[in-house]
């Protein structure tokens, strides 16, 4: 059964770091595009970050960019998102979800283009 599990989130001061994870089992991470999204309460759910297969496309929203890395190791059938320099408008439920490349498929931001999703992992930048 595919899974995706994300973990790392927590409560940061302004300007800290985290580093999330997404853990897959039940399938071959590295035929799968992955995207890093959040959802802010009453606010729809948006796209940060996503990577393709082997790392080759990487897409950042313009509002983390300079601040959030993405990275994958698909040995480890692991994705990242390491993120500094945080505001309080980064806070939210962040996660990842996977979508099998066809066709070299260029990875997306859009949530609709996702089959499967992680359960999120909360983060609070706060003072």
């Known amino acids: 059964q595919l899974q995706l599990v994300e973990s790392g989130g927590g409560l940061v001061q302004p300007g800290g770091s985290l580093r999330l994870s997404c853990a897959a089992s039940g399938f071959t991470l590295s035929y799968y595009n992955i995207g890093w999204f959040r959802q802010a309460p009453g606010k729809e759910r948006e796209g940060v970050s996503c990577?393709?297969?082997?790392?080759?496309?990487?897409t950042y929203a313009d509002s983390v960019k300079g601040r959030f890395t993405i990275s994958r190791d698909n040995a480890k059938s692991t994705v990242y998102l390491q993120m500094n320099s945080l505001k309080p408008e980064d806070t939210g439920i962040y996660y990842c979800a996977a979508k099998k490349q066809i066709m070299g498929e260029r990875p997306s931001l859009q949530v609709f283009t996702y089959d499967y999703w992680g359960q999120g992992t909360q983060v609070t930048v706060s003072s």
């Open positions: 990577i393709s297969t082997y790392g080759g496309t990487i």
